[in-house]
């Protein structure tokens, strides 16, 4: 039977809008509704068309690490309560998950960097049960018929998740979850603004957005650089979860990180094993297709706004992008697709830069 493989990664779902009565300012994810709608045409298009028809989830669908790290550290124990709440609060986006299961399709969840607590069987069983899914959690790749699926953390050193010792156990015996250093970076620096700044995380690539500014936010993007530096020197040693031993990070290696261009890279190196014929990544929240002669490399973005100091794309980028792989019964071929869903036409639209007041008046 033909098969149809619809890729979603990066959504960052957080504890929902409203929380405790309060707006959330860290939640990313406002599309429950159109990811409802964006399901359920996809469901009837590949019913009606014969497919065999599969949902990817590839990676940081949760945004786990920002929503509830305190002082640098994620306890597990807060990580079953994030789960809890996200799932209460995005419940038109879990019912929209169930449904599509309901209609005969499966899912498959590829864990990343930002919903690394994931990767643990028991926070899978509490995500089924919680949800009522039958979901497969993947923490690696997908592969099959030519078709290779991954997040694409594991090719950026500071990103590279341990995903053997995932817990580790703070002085008073809890479970912290064993960062890597970009994620640690996230929450020691770029957290630190948060209110100031509330879409610094959303700046791409960082390395280009640092430049721009120097000259148009001066103030705080040299007390940005300074902690930055800060936490270079500090951490310029790491466990790397591959090589299985502790190495010096190379300055090259965070640049290179910063523009997430690796990814891209090593997309293309894998598009060389005979047996691979497409490649669909995430990670960078950069949409794109990349087609050679009989091969194709895909990212399929993200659904979350973000701020692009790279061209073509300059200023504030709000697109709801997916990939989609067809492969035929013969399986000699895949046709591959990178696309915006833009669903139905709204009334309105929220406007989603607010300004956040840590003080009171």
Same mark, same amino acid.
């Given at each position: 039977?033909?098969?149809?493989?619809?890729?979603?990664?990066?959504?960052?779902?957080?504890?929902? $809008?409203?929380?405790?009565?309060?707006?959330?300012?860290?939640?990313?994810?406002?599309?429950?509704?159109?990811?409802?709608?964006?399901?359920?045409?996809?469901?009837?298009?590949?019913?009606?068309?014969?497919?065999? %028809?599969?949902?990817?989830? *590839?990676?940081?669908?949760?945004?786990?690490?920002?929503?509830?790290?305190?002082?640098?550290?994620?306890?597990?124990?807060?990580?079953?309560? %994030?789960?809890?709440?996200?799932?209460? *609060?995005?419940?038109?986006?879990?019912?929209?998950?169930?449904?599509?299961?309901?209609?005969?399709?499966?899912?498959?969840?590829?864990?990343?960097?930002?919903?690394?607590?994931?990767?643990? /069987?028991?926070?899978? +069983? %509490?995500?089924?049960?919680?949800?009522?899914?039958?979901?497969?959690?993947?923490? $690696?790749?997908?592969?099959?018929?030519?078709?290779?699926?991954?997040?694409?953390?594991?090719?950026?050193?500071? *990103?590279?998740?341990?995903?053997?010792?995932?817990?580790?156990?703070?002085?008073?015996?809890?479970?912290?979850?064993?960062?890597?250093?970009?994620?640690?970076?996230?929450?020691?620096?770029?957290?630190?603004?948060?209110?100031?700044?509330?879409?610094?995380?959303?700046?791409?690539?960082?390395?280009?957005?640092?430049?721009?500014?120097?000259?148009?936010?001066?103030?705080?993007?040299?007390? &940005?650089?300074?902690?930055?530096?800060?936490?270079?020197?500090?951490?310029?040693?790491?466990?790397?979860?591959?090589?299985?031993?502790?190495?010096?990070? /190379?300055?090259?290696?965070? +640049?290179? &990180?910063?523009?997430?261009?690796?990814?891209? $890279?090593?997309?293309?190196?894998?598009?060389?094993?005979?047996?691979?014929?497409?490649?669909?990544?995430?990670?960078?929240?950069? &949409?794109?297709?990349?087609?050679?002669?009989?091969?194709?490399?895909?990212?399929?973005?993200?659904?979350?706004?973000?701020?692009?100091?790279?061209?073509?794309?300059?200023?504030?980028?709000?697109?709801?992008?997916?990939?989609?792989?067809?492969?035929?019964?013969?399986?000699? *071929?895949?046709?591959?697709? &990178?696309?915006?869903?833009?669903?139905?036409?709204?009334?309105?639209?929220?406007?989603?830069?607010?300004?956040?007041?840590?003080?009171?008046?």
């Amino acid at each position: 039977m033909k098969k149809r493989f619809i890729i979603l990664s990066d959504l960052h779902l957080g504890e929902g $809008r409203i929380v405790n009565g309060q707006i959330n300012y860290k939640e990313d994810f406002v599309y429950d509704e159109d990811f409802y709608e964006f399901l359920r045409w996809w469901v009837k298009d590949s019913q009606s068309s014969g497919y065999d %028809f599969t949902l990817v989830l *590839n990676g940081d669908i949760f945004d786990i690490i920002k929503s509830i790290h305190k002082k640098g550290k994620v306890y597990k124990k807060d990580v079953f309560q %994030f789960l809890d709440t996200s799932i209460n *609060n995005h419940r038109i986006f879990f019912n929209a998950l169930k449904d599509f299961e309901s209609e005969g399709g499966k899912i498959i969840y590829i864990v990343g960097n930002h919903d690394h607590p994931v990767a643990s /069987p028991e926070i899978q +069983t %509490f995500i089924l049960e919680k949800a009522g899914l039958k979901t497969k959690f993947i923490k $690696r790749e997908f592969f099959e018929d030519g078709l290779w699926i991954e997040h694409g953390n594991k090719y950026e050193v500071i *990103n590279r998740t341990d995903l053997v010792n995932i817990w580790l156990k703070d002085e008073s015996g809890e479970e912290i979850l064993n960062m890597p250093w970009g994620t640690r970076f996230v929450v020691e620096v770029v957290a630190s603004f948060a209110f100031e700044k509330p879409y610094l995380d959303r700046w791409r690539p960082l390395g280009k957005a640092m430049k721009w500014g120097l000259i148009f936010d001066t103030k705080i993007t040299l007390l &940005a650089i300074i902690r930055m530096i800060k936490f270079v020197i500090k951490n310029r040693k790491i466990y790397d979860p591959i090589r299985r031993r502790y190495i010096f990070i /190379p300055l090259s290696s965070i +640049t290179d &990180a910063m523009g997430h261009k690796i990814v891209d $890279r090593s997309a293309k190196i894998l598009l060389k094993r005979p047996d691979i014929k497409a490649v669909v990544m995430g990670h960078t929240h950069k &949409a794109l297709l990349e087609r050679y002669i009989d091969k194709v490399y895909a990212n399929s973005g993200t659904w979350v706004p973000f701020v692009s100091f790279d061209a073509p794309y300059i200023g504030i980028v709000d697109k709801r992008s997916f990939v989609i792989a067809d492969i035929p019964e013969s399986k000699n *071929n895949i046709f591959i697709g &990178a696309f915006i869903w833009h669903g139905r036409e709204r009334m309105f639209e929220e406007i989603k830069e607010i300004r956040y007041s840590a003080q009171n008046l």
